[in-house]
């Protein structure tokens, strides 16, 4: 962009850029208590958000949290595509749903939640600013929106972004007539099937000219003087003054209104379509070679992109956000709604891909204030690694909650299966490996494929930070690539942020063990270039006075370098290790690590305990629309971890059960030995609880999602086949073999066997699913509810989770619930239906909202079991002054459970209240709505945890009781 040029680009904003609502009354900010995410699209728009308020006002939220909400890419399922952050998108209704969407929930007493995409848009020709770029190119007042290399090194793209659109070899898809030349209006596009790019607007003369031949009298006389018009402006590299070129902005979009015009008469038209059909390839060529792009066949984008996309999806581009004038258009609207009170709090998404995530963060916190003069509520999509902690310096509310949902399975898993699953999954699969080692191999296959050009850029950089000092010239640009490409293989975590003020400690341990890693593993004789690469990722290179090196240029790739090493790190792990290694596929979830078999209560307090301090409103999440498998499927497949020998000998006679159903090929087995342990687990994990085995329906209902699933999976796998090259061999055979291995009439014995060991099961996995449940919204933070998953949640990864959710089927067993022990224990007995699952979520949604103060604030306490099931208890009290909630789940009791039903046999055991800190004198049990007697120093498991296994008792003290201690 040009200097002094911000105000011209709000000058030059979409029309779409208002958002004309009428005042709404400022009224304080709804207190957050629990949120429900909501994934809005044209088929549930923002009308049918607004038609379940009721619902989830009964239910017990406070807020709603809804998906991205702004103008995407036409026809958009999630939203992340956003073209436009000036305008709710108008598939979802535009800018009157949302305030009648508004209206309703502030009705209600509902507060709202957005989801905010600062990190990348959705390009293509309904992004108005990337096709003003594509136009302009870098004279564009949007150009520096985009993080665009314009002095890319190879020659064809100086001063173009390459444009990798094409289903064929450039030169192909020409030849073939598949790029035709038109007009959207006024303007003249080039069009390839269902997209389009603009044509610099000078460059519209050729065609004015040819049609001015085709027609005679005034007709051509017009298309004459259009074409001088057209000529009048300055050639698009033509070096001409900044005043000149907004003058020229202006005479071409009055061209352009000029040229509409002309179209309405019908000579016109013709003439124009038959110099448009006249245009032959080799001048077509011409035409696009003088363009600011340089269309491309899709393949090459892994090797010459030349803008930063996120991760490696071409039609998503990364954004600048920590330019100023961009940040102010991106945020111009959320802006306005938090501060006229319709919005209350505020997701990032991706906020590990920005440049400098601190500086943002800080920045939006600053300006994002309700009517009240609060603080909006931020919360950051942040995937986690292994010891890793949300930075204390960000200026936001918390994450999203992959790290709680990965504790709350944990928990769950018990550590003892660790060996037995890994020799089962080793037996079967013949997989020798381990999964750190996946996930090296699979960081140096995404560098060498979906990520190389990115590589290539940053290996360039480094050798000319190399080359400017005497010191560090004589390390060769191939040593700098294959040191940076084995530094980020062995990264720990998913970025660091390293920034002006250099590295903090965490920082420090990261890329020091990064480069430890990469040391051991190098072949070069050379080492010392991994000092140096060390000096440049901290910085520190910056501040020791090297001759020639500029520190500006040494903390730009410093900065740079991180945003790379996340999209690395999630393109090998969630996208690729997760769906090659799974010995307990359960543990493959967003923010977890699959080697980690299960975690203590000690480790589970430890972790709440620190959240409530540190974060007490981070969010708490058990699903979301990113997830691989439902929360249910997870609490099923922890079962597993419990049973590791019925599961192997189960296993074992599957496999041999479902061999005449694999086919043999060239290349071997179709499905391979890991993909079939994949799809038993699945299956197991995702069997709907009524499913019979002779049920051809509901069998073939199953088969259908679980190949979508099992072709997601291989795609993402990357071995057999991929969403790059697909072998269509291999996947056709994995289609058949889910196919035939749920047909009863194929696979009957098969179907009985899995039937069977499902319903040996399922108990034990609901009762986790409600435990999970309750210490969801029991422990510190603020539970997120996603769409549907008050019911049980067997769903498989998107689109599977995205599915419509029958709400009114849900509004009706709300209506039904009553307080009383009697339909509790009905709903019980009646477990698979999922209304169980619904009234405790409802019941607990209550009790949160009766005392909001006390799970805000209120101190984590750890308490005690004693007796034969202690093992097997998770107990704690939020406590304050003179109350506190005492909550018991179960845990690894699948061989306590007594026949029928969801109840433990717990025998003696107890949860000591001795740490309360005052003497107990009343209590209620939300769970079973009833009141209870107590005695003072323990709650006896066996009398007061039935008919469900799990307590949350809100107990208080007497006159006179000892104070907290």
């Given amino acids: 962009m040009l200097v002094g040029d911000e105000g011209y680009v709000a000058a030059c904003a979409p029309a779409s850029s208002s958002h004309a609502n009428p005042p709404r009354e400022h009224r304080l900010s709804r207190r957050l208590r629990a949120t429900y995410r909501l994934q809005i699209n044209a088929a549930f728009d923002l009308d049918a958000a607004r038609g379940v308020v009721p619902y989830l006002a009964e239910l017990g939220i406070s807020h709603l949290y809804l998906s991205p909400i702004w103008a995407a890419r036409p026809g958009s399922t999630h939203g992340y595509d956003v073209v436009d952050h000036a305008a709710i998108n108008p598939e979802f209704g535009g800018a009157e749903a949302f305030d009648r969407l508004v209206g309703a929930a502030h009705a209600a007493n509902l507060g709202l939640i957005v989801d905010c995409v600062p990190n990348h848009m959705g390009i293509g020709y309904a992004n108005p600013w990337w096709r003003d770029v594509l136009m302009w190119g870098e004279t564009s007042p949007y150009a520096n929106f985009f993080d665009i290399d314009w002095k890319a090194p190879e020659p064809t793209l100086e001063g173009k972004v390459l444009l990798p659109i094409l289903g064929d070899h450039y030169g192909r898809v020409l030849e073939d007539g598949q790029l035709q030349a038109d007009f959207d209006g006024g303007w003249l596009v080039v069009r390839y099937y269902d997209n389009a790019v603009p044509v610099f607007p000078r460059d519209t003369a050729e065609i004015l000219e040819a049609a001015a031949s085709c027609t005679e009298g005034s007709a051509a006389d017009t298309l004459r003087e259009l074409a001088q018009a057209a000529l009048k402006l300055a050639k698009r590299r033509e070096r001409v003054s900044r005043q000149r070129r907004r003058a020229d902005r202006d005479r071409a979009q009055d061209l352009a209104q000029r040229i509409e015009a002309a179209r309405s008469d019908p000579g016109i038209e013709a003439a124009l379509g038959q110099a448009l059909q006249a245009l032959t390839p080799d001048r077509l060529h011409r035409l696009l070679e003088r363009q600011a792009y340089r269309l491309a066949f899709w393949r090459l984008a892994s090797q010459e992109i030349n803008y930063r996309r996120f991760f490696d ?64 509520w931020l919360f950051v999509e942040k995937i986690l690694g292994e010891g890793e902690a949300v930075p204390a310096s960000w200026p936001v ?24 699953l890994l020799v089962l999954y080793r037996s079967l699969t013949e997989s020798g490996g381990d999964f750190h080692a996946e996930v090296v191999n699979a960081k140096r ?79 070069t004789p050379d080492l010392s270039i991994y000092d140096f690469l060390e000096s ?82 981070n969010l708490v999440a058990s699903a979301t629309h990113d997830h691989k498998r439902g929360e249910d499927v997870r609490a099923r497949l922890a079962v597993l971890s419990e049973r590791p020998q019925a599961w192997s000998r189960a296993l074992r006679r599957w496999f041999r059960l479902a061999e005449p159903l694999v086919a043999a090929t060239e290349d071997g087995p179709a499905p391979s030995p890991n993909d079939v342990h994949l799809f038993f687990q699945m299956v197991v994990g995702a069997w709907p609880l009524a499913l019979a085995a002779d049920d051809a329906a509901g069998l073939e209902a199953l088969a259908e999602r679980l190949q979508g699933y099992m072709q997601k999976a291989i795609r993402e796998a990357k071995r057999q086949t991929s969403w790059a090259v697909m072998d269509e061999v291999y996947e056709a055979s ?99 239906d999922g209304r169980i699952k619904l009234a405790l979520v409802a019941r607990l949604l209550r009790l949160r909202a009766g005392d909001p103060d006390l799970f805000e604030h209120g101190r984590y306490v750890p308490l005690p079991a004693r007796g034969a099931g202690a093992d097997h208890v998770i107990a704690f009290a939020r406590v304050m002054e003179q109350r506190a909630l005492v909550v018991v789940a179960p845990r690894l009791v699948s061989a306590m459970m007594e026949d029928g039903g969801l109840a433990v046999a717990w025998g003696d055991t107890s949860i000591a209240l001795d740490d309360l800190g005052f003497r107990p004198a009343r209590a209620h049990d939300a769970v079973h709505d009833r009141n209870l007697e107590i005695d003072h120093a323990a709650l006896p498991l066996r009398a007061l945890a039935r008919p469900l296994p799990l307590l949350a008792v809100r107990i208080e003290a007497g006159a006179g009781s000892g104070h907290e201690t």
Wanted: hydrophobic residues 45%; proline residues 6%; glycine residues 8%.
């Fill in 313 to 376: 999806i071409n039609d998503l581009a990364g954004l600048r956000v920590e330019d100023n004038a961009l940040f102010d258009a991106a945020h111009a609207l959320v802006l306005e709604l938090v501060a006229e009170g319709a919005v209350d709090g505020v997701r990032l998404d991706h906020v590990d891909g920005l440049l400098d995530p601190q500086g943002y963060l800080a920045r939006l916190r600053r300006l994002a204030k309700r009517p009240d003069g609060t603080p909006a």
């Fill in 397 to 420: 509310d918390g994450t999203t909650g992959y790290e709680v949902m990965r504790l709350l399975h944990l928990v769950q898993v018990d550590p003892a299966c660790r060996r037995p």
């Fill in 445 to 523: 296959f995404t560098m060498a494929t979906s990520l190389a050009a990115e590589l290539n850029v940053l290996a360039g950089d480094l050798n000319r930070l190399a080359k400017a000092s005497r010191l560090t010239r004589d390390y060769g640009r191939p040593a700098l690539r294959e040191a940076l490409r084995n530094v980020v293989a062995q990264f720990p975590i998913y970025r660091t942020y390293v920034g002006a003020k250099g590295p903090s400690e965490a920082d420090r341990a990261a890329i020091g063990r990064a480069v430890r890693r990469a040391r051991r593993a190098a072949t």
């Fill in 536 to 617: 440049i990722m901290t910085t520190d290179a910056a501040t020791a006075g090297i001759k020639g090196l500029r520190p500006a240029e040494v903390r730009r790739f410093a900065m740079r370098l991180q945003q790379y090493t996340g999209p690395v790190t999630a393109k090998s792990v969630e996208d690729t290790a997760f769906y090659r290694w799974f010995p307990l596929v359960s543990l493959n979830e967003v923010g977890s690590e699959p080697t980690h078999f299960g975690l203590d209560v000690a480790a589970f307090h430890a972790e709440n305990a620190a959240r409530q301090a540190a974060w007490p409103l």
């Fill in 734 to 832: 994995v289609r058949e073999f889910v196919a035939a291995a749920l047909d009863p009439d194929q696979s009957p014995r098969l179907l009985g066997e899995i039937a069977s060991f499902v319903g040996e099961i399922a108990r034990a996995g609901a009762l986790n699913g409600l435990a999970q449940t309750l210490l969801k919204l029991t422990i510190p933070g603020v539970p997120d509810i996603y769409q549907g998953t008050e019911d049980w949640d067997l769903s498989l990864v998107d689109p599977d989770n995205r599915r419509p959710v029958d709400y009114a089927g849900r509004r009706r067993a709300l209506e039904q619930l009553r307080a009383g022990d009697e339909v509790l224990a009905a709903w019980s007995d009646a477990w698979p």
